[in-house]
């Protein structure tokens, strides 16, 4: 059960050690310390079963959002909820968008380092520019100050790509994305499941058959 | 017993390389039959009945939970430090291959139990046919078993493990014995409009057959059926089965599960293995090669522990890799000697060839009469209840399908839990909807949506293969896996197969397809390694010259040395691999404990 650092002839292992730290012409006595403590970790009991809490092994127990600086303003969040207010707004079976945390969600989403975030935030941020330029121009307010009616003007024209005029494509595109982001952030919330009727991660003594009602709407 | 190292002045029986399927059963067996065995585990110590997310929800979760890099089946996902990338250890393309359908993508997990904690848990017998595929249509090769061979250790591994299904007595879709499977549950939904909708066109659909208990096991009836004359073996499996609960269908099984209702080596072979007092247990070891003597045989392994970055060498009388097919492979190439050349047991030059993995292609419905359906409790419950078995076996034998072998369909749908990714795409049903009308949109369409997935049969190929690549190295010092891949039409061939027929089940249902069906089986089928039932490798055989393993995985030219993974795949029946790695791991097992007491080993 040797190692086989024991066979190395110990002056080329240094040689090797000293290459692997880079400017380090010599191991230093702290380096020699170091080395001695990793040496102890090979003996005594074993490690527990523990999550190291980086992102390959993540501390899945005691889980929180991401934990990355937020990267939208405080001015790009007022219209950022504003808009996904116009998206989910509040109805009598649910709260609206925001009243439940979905611009905080955006922002962690758009702040993530991954590339496919980061191309998010400049399309997100781009698209709330784009948004309150086009209010400006259509009715001289930011698109947080409009009312329904002046929201509805302008959404209606970039809420479905397909349809959408080439000049607001780019628009579109955005508000897609939005779209799906404050579907997700809003769905995966409390409430939002409860609008759904989602009512599983309960607890059952048994796998139920399919109700009458249910297997009367299938048609079974 | 847990150990930092191996025991100092414990003479070893076996090193068992590896903690999944193949080695987590390899160890229960060897030990509860007495022997003293080694395991090695690449990843670290992992515990499932405290780490295990069951009842956490997306919302608390980084990015709501969605798959990244690091957890590329979201973020609750049990899978540590793995995925088609594991840091530190890369893998290489045949040159020109990277971001072609030439691609393979390795999925490993460094964890105690490997990727049975992760797994769909769907574990379906390979069929009489399955074991002669050479001999019913010339392609590829036959094991050199049958499928009465290995029934008894399919029977038994059911009973050990808990697999829930029904006995049919469908063509090549084996019953398993009266009394050996755990009732099924009840079809939802969406599982009956789809067997209304398949009956008309001749499709069966069949009660699923999966690794969860949906009642709990009596252990002390279980453990006397199983080991009659093992009192020992009886002793911890009636104690390790008393402690699983019955499924309480309420969460994804790809999260593990803490109440030990499905299947991982962590809850339900390990256990009992450990509680013998026989098996001792070493993670964050990184086996790179088997040690041979002079006459040829395995006198242990040499591994780095992963710690404090050394390497170390672990010795016993026999040794099993069970490190996954293509590590397997790769110990197996880099144990290079004089002797051994083109490393330990490659004197063929096989190692590392013929890898198959599954035949992949998918296809999702809308379907109206999902739709504003009233909400049932079991909604949070994953994993399918029903499947189709291969149904075409007359028309292929007819010369009617154009490619060889056949697919299984995995399908479902219902109001799972909100996550990342839930209503993308429906501005499609909904001409951009927004406002209000999303929510009644949102409200209406929940639960209407029906996925597909075929999974068929690979020939293995002299196109698709693994060998060390000789400029790579990984972060221990190893050298690292090049991955060679090609489909054939055989392949293609049954992809296209697969979209034509979910398209006609979906439109069977009333139902409309999402997205435009691929018109080319080359661009409806997933990426080689995608599905993650990569097996051969080191094949099995009668012949020495054109096979790595006997039919007990034992090395033909190192008779101390086994493979006990899906290394030792002849073929890849559409039938996926995790039930028959277990059940050919007991069977290698039974044979090394009859060796090894007849002094053979």
């Known amino acids: ?220 | 017993m847990f150990l930092r190292e191996p025991q100092a002045g414990t003479a070893y029986d076996v090193i068992v390389v590896g903690s999944g399927a193949g080695g987590g059963m390899a160890a229960y067996q060897l030990a509860v039959a007495g022997l003293k065995v080694l395991v090695l585990e690449a990843g670290r110590r992992y515990d499932p009945v405290t780490e295990t997310p069951m009842f956490q929800l997306p919302k608390d979760a980084p990015l709501r939970g969605a798959g990244t890099r690091e957890k590329p089946f979201g973020f609750y996902d049990a899978t540590v430090d793995g995925g088609w990338e594991v840091p530190g250890e890369p893998y290489t393309q045949a040159p020109g291959a990277a971001g072609t359908a030439n691609e393979f993508r390795w999925w490993r997990a460094r964890m105690l139990g490997g990727r049975t904690n992760h797994w769909g848990r769907i574990s379906l017998r390979m069929g009489p046919y399955d074991f002669k595929p050479k001999t019913r249509d010339g392609l590829g090769a036959d094991w050199p078993m049958t499928y009465e061979d290995v029934a008894p250790y399919y029977d038994r591994t059911e009973l050990l493990v808990g697999i829930y299904g029904s006995t049919e007595g469908l063509e090549n879709t084996p019953d398993s014995s009266p009394g050996v499977l755990q009732p099924p549950p009840a079809p939802r939904p969406s599982e009956l409009v789809t067997m209304k909708a398949c009956e008309p066109l001749g499709i069966p659909v069949i009660p699923a057959h999966r690794a969860v208990l949906t009642v709990r096991q009596n252990g002390a009836a279980l453990a006397r059926q199983i080991h009659p004359d093992n009192a020992l073996a009886r002793r911890v499996l009636a104690a390790s089965m008393n402690g699983r609960a019955a499924c309480f269908w309420a969460t994804e099984c790809g999260r593990g599960c803490s109440i030990r209702a499905n299947f991982q080596t962590t809850t339900v072979l390990l256990p009992p293995a450990m509680a013998t007092g026989n098996c001792h247990l070493v993670a964050d070891a990184m086996v790179r090669a088997v040690s041979v003597d002079r006459a040829g045989r395995a006198t242990g392994v040499h591994y780095i522990d992963k710690r404090t970055r050394t390497d170390r060498h672990a010795t016993a009388k026999v040794v099993v890799l069970a490190a996954s097919a293509c590590e397997t492979a790769r110990i197996l190439l880099n144990s290079k000697s004089s002797q051994f050349p083109q490393g330990v047991s490659n004197g063929s030059g096989l190692v590392g060839k013929y890898l198959m993995d599954t035949v992949g292609a998918g296809l999702q419905g809308q379907i109206p009469a999902l739709e504003n359906l009233p909400p049932y409790h079991y909604d949070g419950a994953g994993g399918i209840h029903m499947y189709m078995p291969w149904w075409l076996y007359k028309d292929q034998l007819a010369g009617k399908l154009g490619f060889a072998r056949g697919y299984h369909v995995e399908f479902g749908g219902g109001k799972g839990m909100p996550g990342p990714g839930i209503f993308g795409g429906l501005e499609n049903f909904t001409g951009g909807a927004y406002g209000r009308k999303y929510k009644e949109e949102a409200r209406r369409y929940y639960g209407s949506f029906v996925f597909f997935d075929g999974r068929g049969e690979m020939i293995p190929n002299e196109d698709s293969y693994c060998a060390l690549d000789p400029d790579v190295i990984d972060q221990w010092g190893i050298p690292v896996l090049r991955f060679h891949w090609k489909w054939s039409p055989h392949e293609t061939g049954q992809a296209l197969h697969m979209v034509k027929t979910f398209t006609q089940i979906v439109e069977a249902m009333g139902g409309k397809v999402v997205g435009t069906p691929p018109t080319d089986g080359a661009r409806a089928i997933a990426r080689g390694g995608q599905i993650i039932h990569e097996v051969g490798t080191c094949r099995m055989g009668d012949d020495p010259r054109t096979s790595v393993l006997n039919q007990w995985g034992q090395s033909w030219e190192v008779k101390n040395l086994f493979v006990a993974d899906g290394a030792s795949f002849v073929s890849n029946a559409d039938k996926n691999p995790t039930l028959s790695i277990l059940a050919l791991a007991w069977r290698t097992s039974d044979y090394i404990v009859e060796q090894l007491g007849r002094g053979e080993l």
């Not at chain 1, 000293?18 to 230093?28: E, I, N, S, T």
Request: aromatic fraction near 8%; proline fraction near 8%.
């Open chain 1, 1 to 220: 059960m040797n190692g086989s650092f024991g066979e190395l002839p110990r002056r080329e292992a240094l040689k090797v050690m000293a290459a692997a730290a880079g400017a380090l012409p010599v191991l230093d006595a702290a380096a020699m310390q170091a080395q001695a403590a990793q040496a102890n970790q090979a003996t005594g009991p074993a490690p527990a079963a523990r999550p190291r809490g980086d992102a390959w092994d993540p501390d899945l127990i005691h889980p929180r959002p991401g934990t990355w600086a937020r990267k939208l303003t405080p001015g790009e969040l007022i219209t950022l909820s504003a808009l996904c207010d116009t998206i989910i707004p509040a109805d009598a079976k649910s709260p609206s968008a925001s009243a439940v945390g979905v611009p905080a969600w955006i922002n962690e989403f758009v702040s993530a380092p991954m590339d496919g975030n980061q191309n998010a935030l400049v399309r997100i941020r781009g698209g709330l520019a784009w948004l309150n330029l086009e209010s400006n121009t259509r009715f001289r307010k930011p698109y947080a100050r409009l009312t329904a009616t002046e929201r509805t003007a302008i959404c209606d024209d970039i809420c479905y790509l397909p349809r959408a005029k080439p000049e607001h494509q780019a628009a579109a595109r955005f508000f897609d994305q939005v779209r799906d982001l404050t579907a997700v952030g809003f769905y995966t919330t409390r409430e939002g499941m409860q609008d759904l009727g989602y009512i599983g991660n309960v607890a059952l003594p048994r796998f139920p058959e399919v109700s009458a009602e249910v297997k009367k709407a299938i048609g079974y």
